[in-house]
């Protein structure tokens, strides 16, 4: 299961999968975990059930089109798979994808998605239940699991193909790379999820962290990409590496898309830009100190006022 796929097929996959399958992962596992305190009521359950409510699957079909050797994941639904009895719910698979073809036409059943690790012998069993709507579906596994030292998405891709082992045909799942593919509505939900409030009603503070927290691993990672490249474009002047004509195209098309940085026109728009925030910062300080101010002589007066009244003074303002 370790093998590359030879197919030559090259796979865009959708940011609005990933947050589907992420989502019916979370509910599935909210809803097998109640709280400590329905569980203190209820009764005990072994070691091998309570390991698959922390970790239970969850399985559903991935959905998109194909347009020659460019197969593009844009959407995904849930499916109902017992995997105790490997029996797939078709009357709902059907009724699913037949709402998905009244508002996506051009939509069609490309495969199924999974969480877990990585695949298993048991996952073949679904992969062949849908060979009858795809004869080659694509297998998208999305790990749960948190690992803070990994960088890459923990979603990965599989195909199927048949081969000879021990002089036995067999399909296995081989490995596909991929690519991440957005439009703007998409850029605009992930980026709305992203700044989401926390549910225990974080403070200001709190969410200001976190996002400065996102932009700088975001930076540290630019910074180590911009790195590697350093590195390998260094060792290929010097000779330690062959240089590859195709990479150094690819590098020097990714530099023209970055702005012109020293020329004068952006200097120009820069700082008007720049003091244009500076003013409106400034502004919103004067004002802000007026309002203080405000609020501060209307007490002053308040106060002078019960307490000289007698004398017949004026207020102070």
């Known amino acids: 299961m370790a093998r590359s796929s ?6 865009k ?10 989502d019916h992962y ?4 909210t809803q097998l975990n109640p709280p400590a305190s329905v569980c203190a009521s209820g009764h005990g359950s072994n070691n091998g059930e309570a390991l698959i409510q922390q970790n239970p699957r969850v399985y559903g079909c991935v959905i998109g089109v194909q347009r020659g050797r460019t197969v593009e994941i844009f959407n995904s639904f849930e499916l109902l798979y017992d995997p105790s009895t490997q ?3 078709r009357s709902f698979l059907e009724k699913k994808q037949e ?3 009244k508002v996506f036409p051009d939509f069609y059943i490309l495969g199924w998605y999974s969480t877990g690790s990585d695949a298993d012998e048991s996952d073949m069993h679904i992969h062949k239940a849908l060979m009858d709507i795809n004869e080659s579906p694509v297998y998208v596994l999305l790990n749960p699991a ?3 030292a990994q960088k890459d998405l923990p979603v990965t891709i599989y195909e199927s193909e048949l081969h000879v082992i021990d002089g036995i045909p067999q399909l296995i799942f081989v490995h596909t790379s991929y690519t991440i593919e957005t439009v703007e509505a998409e850029r605009i939900s992930v980026d709305h999820v992203a700044h989401l409030k926390p549910s225990d009603g974080g403070s200001a503070a709190t969410q200001l962290a976190a996002h400065l927290t996102g932009i700088h691993s975001a930076i540290k990672m630019l910074n180590s990409r911009i790195r590697v490249l350093y590195q390998f474009l260094a060792a290929m002047q010097k000779g330690d590496i062959p240089c590859d004509n195709s990479l150094l ?12 940085m020293e020329s004068e026109r952006f200097q120009d728009n820069f700082l008007m830009e720049y003091n244009d925030k500076l ?3 400034y502004l919103a300080m004067i004002t802000n100190c007026s309002s203080t101010m405000n609020e501060m002589v209307d007490k002053f007066n308040t106060a002078y006022d019960r307490n000289t009244r007698r004398g017949g003074r004026t207020a102070f303002m």
């Open 87 to 89: 029996t797939l719910d």
């Open 99 to 101: 709402l998905y073809k």
């Open 26 to 29: 979370t509910r599935v596992k």
């Open 6 to 11: 030879s197919s030559g097929l090259t796979f």
């Open 146 to 148: 948190i690992n803070h």
């Open 13 to 22: 996959l959708h940011p609005l999968v990933i947050v589907n399958v992420s």
């Open 279 to 281: 003013l409106i910062t």
């Open 249 to 260: 195209r690819q590098v020097s098309s990714l530099l023209r898309r970055l702005p012109a």
